[in-house]
């Protein structure tokens, strides 16, 4: 089993990259494979609702997002995480999902197990606002979502501030994490 855990954020080594980190880390000390992907170096064109996909399975346009798709598409687990950009996801992370627009003809999302991450310079900035945005993208690929049902991790892993002194957000990513391993851990029947 394998988990992608997608960056959404344009900078490196931010507070986003920081909590899918420790999120990806807590996975894959539970047995399951795990991958970190950055959006920030990679080309990313946005979408331009030719439908090429609906004909094809596949986007006409020939940039980052041909690997990128193939490894979403391969994965038993993803969580996508975006910084909140004045209450929701980066445009970057909002190009990113529309690009994933041919996996949905083949319903590539209907066993995978995901979860969602956002990362917020304030408290009530915004975080719940992005995961909901990111949930529907998982609802409408037809994905089974996780959360948690301990304190704070209700919609997943949430950030306030420097991550790295967020000491509530560390727990959210380890909530979120054990939720995700249980889940992927009963379907596969592992
Ligand atoms: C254009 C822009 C809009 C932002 N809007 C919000 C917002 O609505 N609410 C909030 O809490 N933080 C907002 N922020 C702050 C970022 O979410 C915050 O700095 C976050 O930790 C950045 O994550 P990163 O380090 O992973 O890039 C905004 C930042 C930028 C650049």
Do not use: W
Request: charged share 25%; aromatic share 8%.
């Amino acid at each position: 089993m394998k988990v992608v855990g997608i960056v959404g954020s344009p900078r490196s080594n931010g507070n986003t990259e920081y909590l899918v980190r420790n999120t990806l880390d807590e996975i894959s000390k539970n047995g399951i494979e795990v991958e970190l992907i950055t959006l920030c170096d990679k080309k990313i064109d946005y979408c331009t609702g030719c439908d090429y996909c609906k004909k094809n399975n596949k986007c006409h346009i020939d940039d980052d997002m041909v690997l990128l798709t193939s490894k979403v598409k391969e994965a038993d687990g993803i969580i996508m995480s975006s910084p909140v950009y004045f209450g929701d996801m980066t445009g970057l992370a909002k190009s990113f999902i529309d690009r994933l627009r041919p996996l949905r003809n083949i319903h590539a999302f209907k066993y995978k197990v995901c979860g969602a991450l956002s990362c917020g310079g304030f408290r009530n900035g915004g975080q719940e606002s992005t995961i909901a945005s990111i949930h529907d993208f998982f609802l409408i690929q037809g994905a089974i979502i996780v959360g948690d049902d301990r304190p704070t991790a209700h919609y997943g892993c949430t950030g306030v501030g420097d991550t790295k002194k967020d000491t509530v957000g560390y727990d959210t990513s380890i909530y979120l994490a054990h939720r995700m391993c249980d889940v992927l851990k009963k379907i596969n029947n592992k």
